[in-house]
């Protein structure tokens, strides 16, 4: 008799339990080669994981499909807040800002550099104080920065903003879905290893091509050892 391989993958394992369900549908239960609080079990479990399966694919199919927009959305934002800090930079250098205008945007009045803008949290924070800092400068009386102005650069830094927080909340979606997922793929691991036992069990007495057909027929999946194909193909031959 050749061995049983249990399911494996997502698709291997919704295959295998709407193979049972339908023949729970095609029989009355006392012909059923399986218990009903299995057949219960399996009404209840296969359209729970085959609709978190599909939500999860479609979520990070969503998430995929807008990643070149995010990494838009982010390399503008990045620009123009660099710019921004290199116009006021090449300002103070020719003498029309005082040094000291640094310190709005928390930086050290003596560093002409760029903070440092690679990750969101700091394109996050950096973006935040520049923006609150120009915005507190312009109050206090200070002639605006331009090319580009705060008002352009928060224009693209808040929509960086509103593109990170979908990107959050769908990868917490996705994260959830996934524990949600792994789950449920205990609970279904266990449905086919009781649900292909009791099969078997049912049909025991049947001889063992008998039986293996009659097995199939509720989704078990078989494979035969590489000694029992050299002995069918033997016997192909011989016939």
Known sequence: MPYRRLPNTDAARIRAMKTAFRKGQELPPHKLAFSSKLSVELSRLLPLFEN???HYRYSVSILNSKS???AETVRKARMYLSHFVKVMNMAVIRGDLPVEIR???GMN???STIPSLLTENELVNC?????EGEELRIRNGGT???NPTIAVVKVWYDGFLQALHYNNTQEKRISDLIDKNNSLRREVDRLIFDLWNEVERTHASNSEDDRKT????YGL?????KHELVKIEFASLAS
């Not at 009659?214 to 027929?217: G, R, S, T, V, Y």
């Open 109 to 111: 009045i003596e560093d």
């Open 214 to 217: 009659l097995n199939e027929e």
């Open 127 to 131: 973006g935040r104080k520049i923006i």
């Open 103 to 105: 310190t709005f945007y």
């Open 68 to 70: 070149k927009d995010y």
């Open 52 to 54: 978190n399966i599909r």
């Open 221 to 225: 999946v078989y494979f035969y050892r």
């Open 144 to 146: 605006p920065i331009t």
